[in-house]
């Protein structure tokens, strides 16, 4: 399997970039997605994270009140690993499963906000490639998508890796301060590249 890790911060237009990806035929694996999934309403999981951090980030003790839960890993570091420690293995053997699904692609994209933060992921892919976006970018996007004030989708970018530290140790950057359509223009040529990549490999294989 040849799987490029899709990363960039809040408000950069990781899904969006995912989207177009799609369109050209390559599998996606999103593991903000199969977080979701595993936090849906019925799961197992639900059951450990009522335990960890009380009833109260339930809904009715059946769904995931996740605003609530957000509140409180942002504003408590040690809240937010033990959420971690709870959801992320669970999370990374389900993308495990999902990428074995892909391996007669050419090649797939495993979307995931925190990759450099991750050594398991870092592990299982062959190139990585950044969305990156100016911070007030960022913050208009996400707050219009997620309607949740500025201050706290700055709290959100201040959790998360700095910018300048991920475009360093991208392999690949896409500035995405544009419309949709240079947006798709880039991941169009990157496509190509990757393909090509993809292709050489194999032939010398």
Known sequence: ?????????????????AKLFSKLGVPIVDVDKISHDLTFEGQPILKEIAKAFGHEVLINDRTLNRDQLRSIIFADESARKKLEAILHPA????????????????????VIPLLFESDRYLKIINRSLVIDSDPEMQISRASSRDHHSREDIQKIINAQMPREQRNLLADDIILNNGSIDALDQKIAQLHEKYVNTCVFKKSIS
């Open 91 to 110: 999370i990374y053997n389900k993308a495990i499963e999902e990428l074995q699904k892909n391996t007669s692609a050419t090649y797939q994209i495993l």
């Open 1 to 17: 399997m040849y799987i490029i890790g899709l990363t960039g911060g809040i408000g950069s237009g990781k899904s969006e970039a």
